[in-house]
């Protein structure tokens, strides 16, 4: 009888040790306001297009999203263009057939240019290429099919020659960070005010060159090393459409989302002190700003917070709602690029805040892989 009363002892207090580490556990992963979980509501899709089409006979096509800070903000102090070598490195092993980078290409710019009355405050994402379009006595449009025609019949050996009136096609066309690309594949004193490249633009070529942009030192280097003659220019500022007639009372809403402090707040901008310094660190922090726990975060804090906010009748949605147009819009843009190359690799060099989204849209097309920044870091 004492053995049985043991026994049941035993399982009683089992039973409570589980449940306790259940519910602890439970409450360790409770989710904040704003965090990306959803539950159906109305009608579910009538296919999940997640994934690649379990049937395809071909190679997909593989999309690596590098989410990043813009380091062009950060203090020389905690970095240097050197600390991105494991980074590049990495990259360059993956060898992307395309890179994306987070500017506004020629035709979007056009369209902002054009529609100037509805983007009033949108026209300083996009360049003056007046300068180029005078001197090449052609529109953006020309300077644009100009540009298709000379890639078409581009030189095995292209002289210097060749690459400055490419370089002033491209800035003519609005697509500035290929410009770029092109006046870094010069030799130094190729750099120079000829082919009807002037004195002021020979400084502004320079400048981006010399740009600790992001889009300069991983997305111009990394096309040089693999040898690509432009970068794709996939951000869009059309969707601003949707704040600029938000009424004014938008901001102050999404600042007061802003102002409410996530718990995690001092410890995740703790551990990102940890990643500057060395190249290694820089690698680990790039890990770390991809990685599902410091995405959720960002959501929690920003755009998830927003949908949920119930100030105002959920006027914030109309910020999240700009978000998202904007993203699928920059996602098209990408998918372009890549559409006349079935199983290219992609690579997308982004804010940080756009990586879960991007990953998502990606992942709803027929063809594409989404690849793991930990598989190509080996991390």
Known sequence: MTIQLNSLLFVLLLTFAL?????????KQKAQQGTPIFKRSGAAPLFDFGGVQADMQSQPTQVLVLGTTHLSRLPKEKFNKSHLSIVLDKIQEFAPDVVAIEAVGGRTCDEITRYKALY?????????????????????????????????????VPTASDRRRLTLLFFGAGESWSGILQWAKLKQNERVAKDGITDELVERFN???NSPNENNIIGVELAQRLELDKLTMMDDHTADYIYLNAPEKLWSVVQSVWKKEH?????IEDLQQQFWGSAERVKNGYIFINSKDYQRFVI????????????EQGLARQYVAWWQVRGLR???????????????????IVGASHKSYFDLYLD???????IDIKEVFGD
């Open 19 to 27: 449940i306790s580490s259940t519910y602890a556990s439970s409450a």
């Open 120 to 156: 009033p405050d949108v026209q300083n994402y996009c360049s003056d290429n007046s300068a180029a379009l005078n001197i090449l006595g052609m529109t953006r449009p020309e300077a644009a099919a100009e540009i298709e025609k000379t890639l078409d019949e581009w030189p095995e």
């Open 207 to 209: 400048r981006g060159l």
């Open 263 to 267: 718990p995690r707040e001092k410890e």
């Open 300 to 311: 929690e804090n920003d755009f998830g917070l927003a949908t949920a906010s119930p100030e």
């Open 330 to 348: 920059m996602v098209a843009n990408v998918l372009e690029a890549a559409g006349n190359k079935p199983g290219a690799k992609v690579l997308v």
């Open 364 to 370: 709803q097309m027929h063809d594409i892989e989404i």
